[in-house]
């Protein structure tokens, strides 16, 4: 709400969350199947983080949490400054993470030893083979309850709508009276809301349900906790413990301070596990690999081995503690490959934001900010720094290819959604396709499934080639029937001799080009035909090596969703595209720029004016006929849209013609 300029109207929607018990007498109502990892009272919060990027995410949220308070207008108190401290072993991996990661960001921390450590912390006992790192200040606790409850409230002070529903699906819609795109979002009972954009933020219930228009690369993670409900001796006694995480060869394990909950009780909580030789975790299984195992695990009681080990763990770390209770609890984290969050868009204007890696809670006030931005302000989200990185490209979201597990429920509804969707709206698209402009900043799906291919073998540009080729003959033959007679003149009163088409050819196998509309095509030869003219381009190797994907995503923010889409022969064309390639990708240098940019406009101001109207309808119509196919067009099967659509086609080519050149109906035909 804060990035918005006003002029938006903004809601969020989503279920609050329902009461229930998890004892193994009164398990949790079957009924509720959507749960929050945020339905807590106890989250660690700090700066400290191994990983330096997530440590600059909690810190700048940490830097806000004062602010939410306030501005929430009377919600309680979400943050105990507890101070955090981070056990491991003198010199290991964590440890030593940790130090450069305070240093680096200015954060002060005390170094414990293992005599620190006992006379600062005498309640508690830590294997005598670890060592401390004590960060007193800002750092401690959060309810993950009371802040999301807090932002909440902060929101709608400034003026954003709340809904307390489950969202069933949302899709892409087409308005009948104008051809113009929404959203449609079914919330409840059969409740519609319509929006121009949506941003998806739903936990580890992204991929569940009908949300995003293609599934993403995550991976649902088991999680559990014990509880120790502490007697009234206990909590006087490690009333100033702060929050811990605790990491050796042997089990690592966060452990919160003695806090009060909604039903009065006062508890202390451990996730944790014991560890192989090898670092791994002991036990179940923790990947889930179904949407209803996700439920399953919300609405179970946990896993009573690792319920027994973590109880053990606890009592080993602070003695002589009585609990009157011990309670198990379940939760889920969503992790992804990069182990970095997801906040970008999918498609245009439909954006998401997930994958926590269990690191989200304290940094959850930042990760709302980036995507606020990202699906407000797309340019400004494009110039966002985090540790030397752009947001864009740290926190890419990566998609699944719809198809790659045919027995998966959701990417079946996905597909028969498809269907329905092309089947219902394939009259319209043709209508807005043939009168407006064409999608903007969305790649055909040709494009995409090549680039698909090539991230499903990880594949990255290892070279790159820039291609110019003379403009074919015929080409020029229309040209100058079209300019009746001039084009051939221009050329000759031009600095050029002859015009080129451009193309990039990366990793000798793919050509990368824009006449119409975008291209991308696999080519086992690669040919170069033989008047053309290349240089190669330098690009990243190693870690730093780029995707086809994210090199798209890259220009597509240095263009615009629209100049990106569209083309136009006289300033939009195949060399300005190539250009805004190597140049939002920081691969251009003046030898390539000179080597790839001719002027048009110095060819297309000496032809008559209408020349420049009839090669922007052509282009558009080569665009909307292969747009139409794609999107008309049902695996195994096209519908009868498609041959009504090339009729259409025909008829608007010959409509315009007749209104742009004047000429009359039996010419038009003739031409």
Known sequence: AKISTGDERIVLIGPSERSHTKDDSDPKDASLIIFGAHHDEGRITRRTDPEPIWAELASRSISRYEEILQESGGAKDFYSECGHLAVGLDGGDMMNKRRETAESMGVECAGLDAADLREEF????????????????????????????????????????????????????????NGDEYFCIEVGQDQIIKANKVLVAAGAFCNARSLLPTKLELVPIKTQTVHFVLTEDDVIRLKDMPSIIVKNDELWAYILPPIRYPDGTVRLKLGGSYLDSDGNEYGLDKQMHSDQEVVDWYQSNGNKDATRDMENMLRSFIPNIAPTSILSDTC??????????????????????????????????ELGR?????????????????????CVEVFLPRSILPGEDDSDAVTTRWRDKRKRDIAKNAALITAKALTTKRESGVLPKAVLDIIQLLEGKGETIEKMMVVRTPVQEYVGRMMNIVSIGKYKK??????????????????????????????????????????????????????????????????????????????????????????????????????????????????????????????????????????????????HQETDYLDIARHVIGDKVREMHRNRCGTSNKQSSTN
């Open 122 to 177: 005498p309640h508690l006992a830590f294997p005598h083979d670890c060592v401390g790192l004590y960060e007193k200040k800002h750092s401690g606790y959060i309810s993950a309850r009371g802040l999301v409850e807090a932002q909440t409230a902060a929101a709608q002070t400034h003026g954003v709508d709340v809904i307390d529903e489950v969202v069933n699906c949302v899709e892409r819609c087409v308005c009948e009276t």
């Open 332 to 365: 889920a984290t969503l992790n992804t490959p990069s182990r970095q969050a997801y906040i970008g868009e999918v498609e245009d204007g439909w954006a998401v934001a997930t994958g926590g890696n269990g690191c989200a809670a304290k940094s959850s006030d």
């Open 370 to 390: 980036l995507a606020a931005m990202c699906i407000l302000d797309r340019e400004a989200f494009g110039r966002e720094i985090i540790c030397g990185e752009r």
């Open 490 to 635: 221009a050329i000759a009163e031009s600095p050029y001799d002859r015009m080129f088409h451009l193309s990039l050819v990366i990793n000798e196998r793919y050509v990368l080009q824009k006449n119409e509309v975008i291209a991308l095509s696999a080519s086992k030869s690669s040919k170069i035909y033989e008047e053309s003219e290349t240089m190669a381009v330098k690009v990243p190797s190693g870690k730093d090596a780029t995707s086809v994907s994210l090199l798209l995503y890259k220009t597509r923010l240095h263009m615009g969703s629209t100049k990106f889409s569209e083309y136009c022969a006289v300033t939009n064309n195949c060399q300005d595209f190539i250009l805004a390639v190597l140049t939002s990708n920081k691969f251009a240098s003046p030898d390539l720029i000179s080597f790839v940019k001719q002027d048009a406009e110095v060819i297309f101001n000496r032809l008559p004016i209408h020349t420049k109207l009839v090669a922007k309808a052509l282009t558009n119509m080569a665009a909307v006929g292969d747009k139409l196919a794609e999107d008309i067009k049902i695996k």
